[in-house]
């Protein structure tokens, strides 16, 4: 039995090998990296549920994608138990390699034009009341994809007048006048996470910069002041706390509304390596900084992801601006 044991484990491994290649093929020469044990308080319960399964039939059934399994989001139980998805647009392929996510690499397909109204659809489908909507990085593209994203914002418009609309975008970067074309379409977030500390850009996100995707944010509220913006980044890539306190401090001087810190899982070992488990006391400090350094807004948890309570968030965030404008 132990020959036929052997055999079973490796052939399991090189298929899991294989799909990972074909997934990330930029990533394979790259040496494995270490795989810190999980602490508790990251375990999260497996997804089920009928509501669950309902959620996974309205995405399959209208052939649209979600970033909640495109990311190996730890939270798609509990979102998808709610009916809460957040929709990926412009394909499941993204032009970059950012050794963070888990998203495929390659070469993208076109872009499907009837996709907005899929996306509307299902949002009229699952009833939602606040919608995220995210997309992977198309450099291919003259203007980055961002037509798409102000088809998608129109057609969900269209379908659920009352549905708010936060999105998560790309940076656009050497894109002249995309990002101007998305916030005129005036989604009720704009997001764009600039995901780490400046220092590990060149090692986790080689692709962007992060004094563009800082203008970016500030360029928003430059052209369209009442609109909410929002970023985020990871903790445990090897940070310090200083160099995540410039990070608020370099948000609130973008005019950045809500900040959202999470812990960075690494999502095979060809991906950067956790350099550790931040503790929850340590969040919770995060977020008493980020206040008291004006953010309307944040959450710092070890599950915390962009679009996580998204709706709820909204919520708060809204009545936070009030709360502020009244007192004058």
Same mark, same amino acid.
């Given at each position: ?5 052997n055999l079973?484990?490796n052939?399991?491994?090189?298929a899991?090998s294989d799909a990972?290649a074909a997934? #990330?093929?930029e990533?394979q020469k790259?040496a494995?990296?270490p ?5 508790d308080w990251i375990?999260v319960?497996a997804?089920?549920?009928?509501? *669950?399964?309902?959620t996974?039939?309205?995405?399959k059934?209208?052939g649209l ?18 009916k #809460?998805?957040?929709?990926?647009i412009?394909g499941d ?6 050794? *963070?996510?888990?998203?495929k690499?390659?070469?993208?397909a ?7 109204r899929r996306v509307a659809e299902?949002?009229?489908?699952m ?8 997309s992977v990085d198309?450099?291919?593209l ?5 037509q798409?994203?102000?088809?998608v914002i129109?057609?969900?418009r ?5 549905t708010?609309i936060?999105?998560l975008t ?5 894109k002249?006048?995309?990002a101007?074309?998305v ?10 996470n600039?995901?780490t500390v ?6 986790i996100?080689?692709g962007?910069?992060?004094?563009h ?8 509220k430059d ?16 940070e310090?706390?200083e160099?995540v306190m410039?990070?608020m401090?370099?948000?609130r ?6 900040l959202?810190?999470?812990?960075y899982?690494q999502p095979?070992?060809k991906h950067?390596?956790?350099?550790r ?5 340590e969040?919770?400090?995060y977020?008493t ?7 309307l807004?944040v959450?710092?948890?070890?599950l915390t992801?962009?679009? #996580?309570h998204?709706?709820?968030d909204?919520a708060k965030l ?8 009244a007192r004058g």
């Amino acid at each position: 039995m132990a020959p036929m044991a052997n055999l079973i484990d490796n052939t399991t491994r090189s298929a899991a090998s294989d799909a990972r290649a074909a997934r #990330h093929p930029e990533k394979q020469k790259r040496a494995d990296t270490p795989v810190l044990r999980k602490p508790d308080w990251i375990r999260v319960k497996a997804p089920l549920g009928k509501t *669950f399964s309902e959620t996974q039939k309205i995405v399959k059934d209208g052939g649209l994608v979600t970033v909640c399994e495109e990311a190996g989001c730890p939270n798609i139980g509990e979102c998808w138990e709610q009916k #809460h998805a957040t929709f990926m647009i412009l394909g499941d392929t993204c032009t970059r390699a950012c050794s *963070f996510c888990n998203v495929k690499t390659g070469l993208p397909a076109a872009v499907d034009t009837d996709e907005p109204r899929r996306v509307a659809e299902a949002v009229a489908q699952m009833g939602l009341n606040h919608v995220v909507i995210t997309s992977v990085d198309r450099d291919d593209l003259d203007d980055g994809g961002a037509q798409h994203f102000v088809d998608v914002i129109e057609a969900i418009r269209a379908a659920t007048p009352t549905t708010t609309i936060e999105i998560l975008t790309p940076d656009f970067l050497r894109k002249p006048g995309a990002a101007e074309a998305v916030i005129d379409a005036r989604p009720d977030v704009f997001n764009h996470n600039l995901e780490t500390v400046p220092r590990l850009y060149l090692s986790i996100r080689p692709g962007a910069r992060y004094f563009h995707s800082l203008r970016l944010l500030e360029s928003v509220k430059d052209r369209d002041p009442a609109q909410f913006t929002k970023s985020g980044i990871m903790v445990g890539l090897g940070e310090s706390k200083e160099e995540v306190m410039q990070v608020m401090d370099d948000m609130r001087s973008a005019g950045i509304d809500f900040l959202t810190i999470g812990q960075y899982l690494q999502p095979t070992r060809k991906h950067a390596a956790v350099d550790r488990f931040v503790h929850p006391d340590e969040f919770k400090a995060y977020e008493t900084i980020a206040r008291a350094k004006g953010f309307l807004m944040v959450s710092a948890t070890p599950l915390t992801r962009s679009s #996580h309570h998204a709706g709820d968030d909204f919520a708060k965030l809204r009545a936070a601006r009030e709360q502020m404008m009244a007192r004058g």
